[in-house]
């Protein structure tokens, strides 16, 4: 697979950008060593699937539209009509604009940092990128929403809890909460026939059945082969329960049957597109189907200064609009959508004016962002912007309010104060407030 650069020269990969925000997902037995399973509520919990689009995706070219703005802002596409009278979206979701019944877009959410990483860790985190003011000031970096879910649950019936794919985000890292609430991560082609997610695949010992003892078993799970970097030596230590939790992930039919994809019926995998992002989106139904808290679907490539138009009307819009279309409808379906939050979204916006190459740069000012699920209305536009895109004037939203949101969706109090690795106190979002429209 492709790496695709921001404009900053950084790539989806870069993860220690910032501080320790990009912590790699470990291998699946340190990431149970180091972390307890928590007790089980009986309540059934809220899961979540963030679509991150690292780049900065358009709110021009996707949901708010400017048709009667003049051409060198409102783009090149026409609209279409949504399944909400008198809403409409631009051309290239038109599959999205069929199922808006199930979702909500908030398209006053904004704030004032226009750098990939800075808006990355915001949107990431619902803190603003803490930033130096003399020699040796101390910075701290706010985990990300998935880490803190982490934090906050555990390990589910023995599946982590936070997962990534095919790698993680920028600032998608644990930080001060540790490394074993960075997320697990799952790499490659979900599309391929041989696709297979490792340290969940069984030996071919123990698969076959060739396991005579607990120590036979313990060699044969030391040699699966790791496809995470470690950040740490395994060290030698006996076969505890980390290991019996990490045993029970690859023999348990529940954890085998979540992760092989191909035991998907057909028409399902083409109904979400017989392509790599529509089968992720697949995949991430498929875990949070059996427990896990948070999958994070990332996907980078979206930071066009230049040919928007050409880039829209290509593969990856038309991907998009499929893949999530169905992502929604799919777990609505199945009865999952109660449960399953859904967010689509970037780190900012696009500039309302088309530039000199045909591009949208950078725009903090205005963005639109996809929520679903967990009892968030569907067919509802939140907020607005200004005729000509510029700013959000209307019902206007910061991250803070984002993310407390979401950790109010997800049973986490946003109020909460941490406490980081030098003693000091920290307020999970300072000031959040709830986006009232998401909770009716």
């Not at 679509?51 to 783009?75: M, N, V």
């Not at 929403?145 to 095919?166: D, H």
């Not at 109904?271 to 790599?276: A, C, E, V």
């Amino acid at each position: 697979m492709a790496v695709h650069l921001n404009c900053d020269g950084s790539s989806r990969r870069d993860f220690l950008q910032l501080g320790l925000g990009g912590l790699v997902g470990f291998g699946l037995c340190d990431l149970l060593r180091l972390r307890a399973v928590a007790a089980e509520t009986g309540k059934k919990p809220v899961n979540c699937i963030m679509i991150w689009l690292d780049g900065g995706p358009s709110h021009f070219e996707t949901f708010d539209p400017k048709p009667d703005a003049p051409s060198d802002i409102r783009g090149t596409f026409p609209t279409v009509a949504t399944k909400v009278p008198g809403v409409h979206f631009s051309e290239p979701v038109t599959k999205l604009a069929g199922v808006f019944d199930k979702f909500t877009v908030v398209r006053s959410i904004c704030h004032r940092d226009p750098n990939h990483g800075g808006g990355n860790h915001y949107m990431m985190t619902g803190a603003p990128t803490p930033v130096p003011v003399g020699c040796g000031a101390f910075v701290t970096f706010h985990p990300s929403m998935g880490s803190m879910v982490s934090y906050s649950r555990g390990v589910q019936g023995g599946l982590p809890p936070y997962m990534a794919m095919p790698s993680n985000t920028r600032s998608g890292g644990p930080n001060f909460l540790g490394g074993q609430h960075a997320p697990f991560i799952i790499p490659g082609g979900p599309n391929s026939e041989h696709f297979r997610v490792n340290d969940v695949v069984l030996p071919a010992g123990i698969a076959e059945g060739r396991v005579s003892s607990r120590r036979d078993l313990r060699a044969a799970l030391d040699r699966m082969k790791r496809g995470t970097d470690k950040m740490m030596e395994d060290p030698a230590v006996e076969f505890d329960r980390f290991y019996e939790q990490g045993f029970d992930l690859v023999s348990s039919a529940r954890a085998q049957e979540a992760f092989d994809i191909s035991r998907e019926d057909a028409k399902v995998r083409e109904r979400y597109g017989r392509n790599d992002m529509g089968q992720r989106f697949l995949l991430a139904r498929r875990l949070v189907e059996v427990g896990v808290s948070w999958v994070t679907v990332n996907w980078g490539g979206w930071d066009h200064h230049e040919n928007i138009a050409t880039a829209y009307k290509g593969d990856a819009l038309k991907t998009l609009d499929q893949g999530v279309s169905a992502l929604l409808t799919d777990l609505d379906e199945r009865g999952l959508l109660d449960s399953t939050l859904v967010l689509l979204l970037g780190e900012f916006g696009r500039t309302p004016k088309i530039n000199e190459k045909g591009g949208r740069d950078h725009w903090p000012n205005a963005m639109s962002v996809l929520m679903a699920g967990a009892g968030i209305p569907g067919g509802q536009i939140v907020g607005a912007t200004d005729v000509k895109g510029y700013y959000a004037s209307n019902n206007v939203y910061r991250p803070e309010d984002f993310a407390a949101s979401i950790y109010t969706k997800m049973g986490i109090d946003p109020r909460q104060h941490l406490e980081t690795t030098a003693g000091r106190p920290v307020q999970l979002v300072n000031d959040g407030r709830l986006i009232k429209e998401l909770f009716v």
